[in-house]
């Protein structure tokens, strides 16, 4: 294992908490590396949070000036907006760079967000007590009839104050946004970010949000050109009653569906669920394509049993037969990495996370040559401290991570694991 290095710190950045890293190698081999830059603490939402991105050119060894490719405002926890946890997707097809992220207004989290699409007609909600407004083409209207008050990309008013930060009597609706923005140049500008709202969160819908980590591009089989983002969603506040699923896109990234939740016994109904006990949530995962274009998908969850889930699909991610415990794979309900790939000829599939049931510690990175079935190789990262990862596979050999190795979310830092030193 290469000497580990940080990425993201107080010292290469402008805030002093760092999270939930996202790695991406593009066309050229470049490693696109991105996380949560976080403001006025480490924790989640309410926060400001940023996107943020570095480059290397050389295996990661050497990286760019930090980039901000999302920037949100605030002066302080509780009237800031957030841009949280990030999952990127490269399509080599179009060289471009994806990246899927959550974005709520000041005072809202995971815990409270309201259900529904923030937006009407596609074009962001805006409340004053009461009384809905929409933005339309720049300002507040009611009713469809114009106000005069203007308001720009950032959600500054005219009349004075900002709808996501709760400076003004005007708020944007009070719940997260699943949001999208993509790079065409290797990572160094990113698109104005576009909601995804309106084509893939339903009504009943409170939280939604990236897996986080990784997305996909199917390469084989029926399905092939399809791009795959692992989300998770709440339908409610308290009890949140959280599943996961993914969304694709057949038409590289112009618009994207909303796939089915793996079915589960004990929800109710088993189908599109509405009750959703505590034991049985499934939240953030990772999707790695098996030969032939069958997709996996690896699932953090609530279950006593404290392993991991496992579900595959035939059709693209659009349905999942009924989802497995993988024994090979222990958690203490924390995300998990999981990449597939072909070294010498045999197909594997490589899971990183913190391989313990109480707490987030042992960072492990695991081998499984039956599709994810079984993980008999693995290789330890560290044996303190580890949270979240995101991995790519470099070729000869090499699986490049990122990864948090440490609970007051610091720093983010980089290494590189050969598989001869896994699979021994």
């Known amino acids: 294992m290469r000497t580990p290095i940080k990425v993201f710190s107080k010292e290469t950045g402008n805030a002093n908490n760092y999270r939930i890293p996202s790695l991406v190698m593009t066309g050229d081999g470049s490693l696109v590396a991105s996380c949560d830059e976080r403001f006025y603490t480490g924790a989640d939402n309410p926060n400001r949070i940023d996107k943020v991105v570095r480059i290397s050119n050389d295996g990661g060894l050497t990286w760019s000036k930090q980039i901000t490719a999302v920037a949100t405002i605030g002066e302080d926890k509780q009237h800031s907006s957030a841009a949280i946890d990030p999952a990127t997707l490269y399509d080599d097809a179009t060289n471009t760079i994806f990246m899927l992220y959550s974005f709520t207004p000041a005072g809202i989290g995971i815990l409270n967000c309201n259900a529904g699409s923030g937006l009407i007609n596609g074009n962001q909600r805006v409340q004053k007590g009461l009384c809905n407004y929409v933005v339309v083409n720049g300002e507040l209207t009611r009713n469809g009839n114009p106000t005069g008050i203007k308001v720009d990309e950032s959600g500054n008013l005219s009349c004075g104050g900002n709808i996501f930060t709760r400076t003004s009597k005007y708020v944007a609706y009070g719940t ?249």
């Open 176 to 424: 997260s946004y699943l949001m999208l923005t993509k790079s065409t140049d290797g990572g160094f500008s990113w698109s104005k970010p576009i909601c995804l709202d309106h084509m893939v969160k339903s009504k009943r819908m409170h939280f939604i949000g990236s897996g986080p980590a990784n997305g996909i591009k199917i390469k084989d089989g029926k399905y092939a050109g399809r791009l795959v983002f692992p989300i998770y969603y709440g339908l409610g506040k308290m009890p949140m009653s959280l599943t996961c699923a993914v969304i694709y896109s057949d038409d590289g990234g112009n618009t994207w569906n909303m796939g089915a939740t793996p079915e589960i016994d004990g929800r109710f109904p088993k189908k599109n669920p509405w009750i959703i006990p505590d034991p049985l949530m499934t939240t953030e995962s990772q999707v790695v394509e098996l030969p032939g274009g069958t997709l996996a998908v690896f699932m953090r969850n609530h279950n006593k049993k404290r392993r991991i889930l496992r579900a595959i699909s035939t059709n693209g991610g659009a349905s999942w037969q009924k989802p497995e415990f993988i024994d090979d794979l222990p958690h203490c309900i924390c995300q998990i990495t999981a990449i597939g790939f072909e070294y010498e000829g045999k197909f594997m599939v490589a899971c990183i996370n913190a391989s313990d049931t109480k707490k987030r510690v042992n960072g492990v990175l695991k081998v499984s040559l039956d599709e994810g079935k079984t993980f008999p190789y693995s290789y330890t990262i560290t044996e303190g401290e580890f949270v979240y990862s995101s991995a790519v596979y470099m070729g000869n050999g090499d699986i490049a991570v990122l990864y948090e190795d440490c609970t007051q979310h610091e720093d983010i830092k980089f290494t590189v694991i050969n598989l001869k030193d896994v699979i021994k």
